[in-house]
């Protein structure tokens, strides 16, 4: 089945500075890669998303960014403010017919200091 | 849209006792997943239904556990007899059939088993 690395487990950075998280995956046909946001207590949400046809998206601070070839995905944050503080989730989709899930990643505590 | 909705949002039990733990996925999504956290292990994909219909129970601990979808509205995640080690945070999520297809997460519900 997939294998999802992620890295670094935790990263502290200063406001204003620029953040990169970093994970990789298992298996090649894999097609789908979000990224969740979850706050101390609350649910994952999505951030974002890239699927496997494109390289690279960006949605506004955040992108991501996404190399098949040596099956990696990246995602950055920049102009950290202290409110991106959170352990962030990456995941990768494997699908077959009707059967697909997500593999997640261990996290990323995310601290971004004043 | 209310999003993906669990119940309870607490439960606190003495080991032996039954748990239902329930989940109402977002109106017209058609798959339904149940995931546990825990901090030694991330997030874990336990099952998912399509249509009701369960597609992939390999994350199922054991027997103890077992999941139903009687209706495309409502699940319910079931442990019998329950134990300390299945203390948890257990979201369930959803989200239209398919590839690619965003995954939505409710609350989850905070599972301590005494």
């Known amino acids: 089945g997939e294998n999802v690395e992620q890295h670094p487990s935790t990263l502290s950075v200063q406001e204003g500075d620029s953040a990169v998280i970093k994970c990789t995956y298992s298996?090649?046909?894999?097609?789908?890669f979000p990224w969740y946001k979850q706050e101390l207590g609350k649910r994952p949400q999505l951030i974002i998303d890239?699927?496997?046809?494109?390289g690279e998206k960006k949605d506004q601070r955040i992108a991501v960014t996404l190399n098949k070839t040596a099956k990696h995905f990246s995602l950055h944050i920049t102009e950290t403010q202290p409110e991106d503080s959170a352990v962030y989730f990456c995941?990768?989709?494997?699908?077959?017919?009707?059967?697909?899930?997500?593999?997640f990643g261990k996290g990323t505590l995310l601290t971004v200091n004043p | 849209d209310a999003g993906v909705i669990q119940s309870p949002r607490h439960e606190v039990t003495e080991m032996g006792q039954e748990v239902t733990l329930r989940c109402k996925p977002i109106s017209g999504h058609n798959s339904l997943f149940w995931y546990r956290q825990t901090m030694m292990r991330g997030l874990e994909l336990l099952i998912y239904?399509?249509?009701?219909?369960?597609?992939?129970d390999s994350g199922m601990p054991e027997d103890r556990f077992s999941a139903k979808m009687p209706n495309a509205s409502f699940s319910t995640l079931k442990i019998q007899p329950s134990e300390p080690r299945d203390s948890a945070v257990y979201f369930c999520?959803?989200?239209?059939?398919?590839?690619?297809?965003?995954?939505?997460f409710g609350d989850g519900t905070r599972l301590s088993i005494l």
């Open positions: 298996d090649s046909a894999s097609n789908y």
């Open positions: 890239i699927r496997s046809n494109v």
């Open positions: 239904f399509n249509n009701n219909v369960p597609i992939d």
């Open positions: 995941a990768a989709s494997s699908s077959g017919g009707s059967n697909y899930k997500l593999t």
């Open positions: 999520a959803s989200s239209f059939k398919g590839t690619n297809q965003p995954q939505h």
